[in-house]
């Protein structure tokens, strides 16, 4: 991703209702195979051109162009040969999606020489703290390589990294 996604409507303002995020991909980024348990999830391209796979269906989106994918179904998306724009409801609302927002964020605003960049520079942690925050449950390779880094040492001290950035970077 060049920068991180921006919380354009919270679960705050509207009952939980909806979670409206904008997000900027670089050229040929991708995303792996997951699926979400708590909400549909529609995309909307602003600019730009993304690959989605769902079920067993594929769908490239131009800019004007959208799609839901309901919750339980697997997808995955790629993006084309330029940058993506990408608008992204979530229905119902997030507010544990928009909380990894804000810690993406936190951790991108503090920089390189924040006091959590060991967060940063520690991959599999930070994966596991989003893809839990974002009910992101991956498949295949990347959902075996998570349980077992879940089951480690090293991974059982998630929780407790996950609780120190939501207090810092986040309204709790």
Known sequence: MEKVASIKESVKSNNGKRTVIESVF???ASIPPHYHRK???TFEVLEGEISIWYGSDE????AGESATVKKDIVH???VGNTKVVLKTTLEPGSLCFENAIKVMQGINKD???GELNTIENNNM????II?????ANFMGEAGATLDTFLQSEEGK???YVQNTLLEKYCEI
Request: hydrophobic share 35%; aromatic share 10%.
């Open 125 to 128: 942690v930070y994966k596991a």
């Open 59 to 62: 769908i490239v989106l131009k």
């Open 76 to 78: 995955n998306y790629q």
């Open 26 to 28: 670089e050229a040929g």
């Open 111 to 113: 920089g390189e020489d």
């Open 39 to 41: 909400f549909n999830k």
């Open 131 to 135: 893809s839990k925050l974002t009910d």
């Open 157 to 159: 001290q998630v929780m």
